[in-house]
């Protein structure tokens, strides 16, 4: 069982999983549009995984990028009637500089100060998305957001094929997450969330790591928001409230921060769980908000975390094991040359 | 003239619930090191408490407030024995998490037990009342009254007393604390009962002004966070100073400049206070 | 040309000195000790030698560069490596795992590298690796590479963590206090270690609390006092030296030397 679902074996089964996936529910729109936002969910939490969980920085405007890239695309399809891919390529660029010079200011400021700039960032597009009737639509949202246009003979104007669609990029941005996390550039990451000041004394220049990963982090955020926008056609500025980032987290944390299968397995188990207690919906946090705590008590690193560490152990075990037979062999036979001797 | 008094007043009012609010938060700084989120769970369940037992139990304003003071401190003493005590050697971003989590359940189960509605909250001080030509609520006089009395009666405790000046050594230097033999539990769980005290009070008396309703602690506590970090964490004068910098600029900005921006105030004064001093407007260079 | 020339080093906290008017000169290739009792401003000193803090005042010039004002980063890059007395290692992660980031600074390969894995990023990644083994092998620790760090002993920790200094290639290491914490018997391997290390040709400058250790193992000996230095000399030269003696060693610590 640990092997069949890690390692290349668990990928490509995964992989294989989601490609037939709809064709179990080709009629079912609804069930591949709930899969759908909950891959978008997934790009998005990507994105926040990689600065908060690798290079140790917890940014709470992850939401506010979200809704930069969902409301560029917004905007630019629908008031400036461009073309959905041409405003999805601008989207993420735009999603890149705000957050850039954002990200100039923001890391100046350091651990709990990181945390409460960002979430007050994070309130800020908020209120600005919320306010800016003339550019947003206000309270009221914008409406009428296009399909992606069509590329040659392929259409997006069915929930199979947006379904597919949103799993190339899902695919695409964990394969970019994952190169990223294994690189050097990732062990640097992960140096300077284990402590900046040793990071420093091994000659990284943390500030720009730091900036860069924010940057890379929102990419992902204002892609996932730009794809968001195209599948509902429609978006309102609680996308960017402190709800969506919590959410975000939520999922993050449970599914386990810092880790690569980590955004998958909570995203989807949320979301999921999310819709089978439909009714529940307005209360859900009642068991969320508990399940986030003891997590963080007694699971720090979330499911994937705790079963990366049950696979340790049990390995752990074995190992030893092993050792310690070797062991007993060793010294069987240095008591017997000792003997000949 | 008279508008620009008047809109003093209200932010001489405003600013006292922000500095009630701010000086749990900056206590309790001083014990976590990190910024509690979760503290304004403790505001929206004092105004609910307050709320809820005059209407089971038809008593009086100042009843109610104190029955939802003791309820508060227990439940601020509990967030502490359960959730932080145990995350104390945890990495700080846990901390955050672990409060978020606890703001997420309060905000449900108050919407579960006494719906997603707003409640107006009956005061004995709806008058209005004359002063010096001005004309406002007795209400906003109260807040201003008990929040100064409240001050006052803290700042005798902290100094006065062996377990107050525990609780200011250690919000102002942990380790310091902890070298000097201090019970550091004991410190911890007397702190959470204040901020839990002042939040409770602070909620109750903003809610006749502000009403009741499940997100009622969002705003208070994000700008919570703006008045400490003008006065630097763990600084009680220093949230004294950014209360009122914070209850007076946003008054006076909702009427010179703009009521539908006047959220946007508080925040975009941190906002350039953080840029322009990355630790806080009067923190200080430390080993 | 002195290796590390330090003139007039000041600083002040608030209204507090912490370290005043230090004239001081490293010399190459030799263990040089910082000692003094607590609060000396050892710790600070260290802070302003590996460029945490910004001197009041004074200079420190290294190989006949001013890095009074250098960060942190570059420092590093110029060949100034620091331990620290908490190791700060990654607990969860492999000991190879936490050592490999060290050469990082003499790599160039960049986010595009990483998305692409580029030629260079995989010669780079090798590169790191093997510094890293050549590190942990030099201070003896190559059956405990895969480990995880929670898992070995305090005084592996240590070695780990010089490790890491060393797989930057530096030129001078600063260890603070790196005895702290662990038993005699270990004391004195690491001791042996910080000789290695000078032998190979790595300046070493230490913050010691143990004086038998500091005794046996330095060439040179500061002694600082409120911040100030109060003398400078062989071992030999500062236990006979009446102001130490009067200062630092009058009390607890001339015990523990005996």
Known sequence: MGKLLTGRNGILFMLGLSILFPLFFLDNRYVLYVMTTSFIFIIAIYGMNLLAGYTGQLSLAHAGFFAIGAYSVGILTTKAGMNFWLALVLAVIITCVIGFALGIIALRTREHFFAIYTLIVGYLIYLLIDKWDGLTGGVRGLIGIP??????????????????????????????????????????????????????????????????????????????????????????????????????????????????????????????????????????????????????????????????????????????????????????????????? | ??????????????????????????????????????????????????????????????????????????????????????????????????????????????????????????????????????????????????????????????????????????????????????????????????SGVLAAIAASLASPINLVFPAMGHLVILKAFVVVIIGGMGSIPGAIIGGMILGISESLGATYISNDYKDMIAFLLLIIIMTARPKGLFAKEVY | MAFIKIEGLTKQFGGLTAVNDVDFEIEKGKITAIIGPNGAGKSTFFNLISGFHRPTSGSIIFEGIDITKTPVHIGAKLGIARTFQTTHLF?????????????????????????????????????????????????????????????????????????????????????????????????????????????????????????????GLADTIMVLNHGAKIAEGTPEEIKNNPIVIEAYLGGDALAEVN
Request: hydrophobic fraction near 50%; aromatic fraction near 10%; charged fraction near 15%.
């Open chain 1, 147 to 341: 399909i992606p246009n069509s590329i040659g003979p392929i259409e997006f104007n069915s929930a199979v094929s947006m379904y597919y669609l949103v799993l190339l990029f899902l695919v695409l941005s964990i394969f970019i997450g994952v190169r990223i996390v294994r690189s050097l550039t990732g062990r640097t990451y992960i140096a300077i969330r284990n402590s900046e000041e040793l990071a420093q004394t091994l000659g990284i220049n943390t500030r720009t790591n730091k900036l860069v990963s924010f940057v890379v982090s929102v990419a992902y955020a204002g892609l996932a928001g730009g794809l968001y926008a195209s599948l509902t056609r429609f978006i309102g500025p609680e996308i960017a409230g402190i709800e969506m980032v919590f959410n975000f987290l939520v999922y993050l944390i449970v599914g386990g921060i810092g880790t690569l299968t980590g955004p998958i397995v909570g995203t989807m188990l949320f979301i999921w769980l999310t819709q089978f207690l439909q009714s529940f919906q307005e209360y859900r946090m009642l068991i969320f908000g508990p399940i986030l705590v003891v997590i963080v008590i007694f699971y720090p690193t979330g499911l994937a975390g705790a079963f990366y560490s049950l696979k340790h152990k049990w390995l752990g075990n074995k190992e030893q094991k092993k050792e310690k037979i070797s062991e007993i062999e060793s010294m069987k036979k240095t008591s017997i040359q000792s003997r000949e001797v």
């Open chain 2, 1 to 194: 003239m008279e508008l620009f008094f008047q809109q003093l007043l209200n932010g001489l009012t405003l600013g006292s619930v922000y500095i009630l609010v701010g000086i749990g938060l900056t206590l309790v700084f001083g014990i976590l090191h990190v910024p509690n989120f979760a503290h304004g769970s403790l505001y929206l369940i004092g105004g609910y408490m307050t709320l809820m037992t005059m209407k089971w139990f038809g008593v009086h304003y100042f009843i109610a407030i104190i029955m939802s003071i003791i309820t508060v401190a227990l439940l601020a003493v509990l967030m502490e024995r359960l959730v932080f005590n145990p995350l104390r050697d945890a990495p700080a971003i846990h901390d955050k998490i672990a409060a978020i989590g606890m703001v997420l359940f309060f905000e449900a189960l108050v919407s579960l037990m006494w719906g997603t509605e707003y409640h107006r909250m009956q005061t004995p001080f709806g008058d209005t009342i004359k002063i010096a030509g001005m004309s406002t609520s007795a209400q906003r006089i109260l807040v201003i009254a008990v929040a100064a009395m409240v001050v006052v009666l803290l700042y005798l405790f902290l100094k006065k007393t062996m377990i107050g000046a525990s609780i200011l050594a250690m919000a102002q230097n942990r380790e310091g604390a902890f070298l000097v033999g201090i019970n550091a539990n004991a410190v911890a769980m007397m702190t959470f009962a204040i």
């Open chain 3, 91 to 215: 607990e969860q992660s492999s000991v190879i795992d936490n050592v490999i980031v060290g050469h990082r600074l003499r790599t160039k390969s960049n986010l595009f590298d990483a998305v692409f894995r580029t030629r260079r990023e995989k010669q780079e990644e090798q590169e790191a690796y093997d510094r890293a083994i050549e590190a942990l092998d030099f201070v003896g620790l190559l059956d405990l590479v895969n480990r995880q760090v929670a898992a070995i002993s305090q005084e592996s920790k240590k070695r780990v963590a010089i490790a890491l200094a060393l797989a930057t290639d530096p030129k001078v290491m600063f260890l603070d206090e790196p005895a702290a914490g662990i038993n005699p018997d270990e004391t004195d391997n690491l001791a042996e270690l910080m000789k290695k290390i000078a032998q190979s040709g790595i300046t070493v400058c230490t913050i010691e609390h143990k004086m038998q250790m500091i005794m």
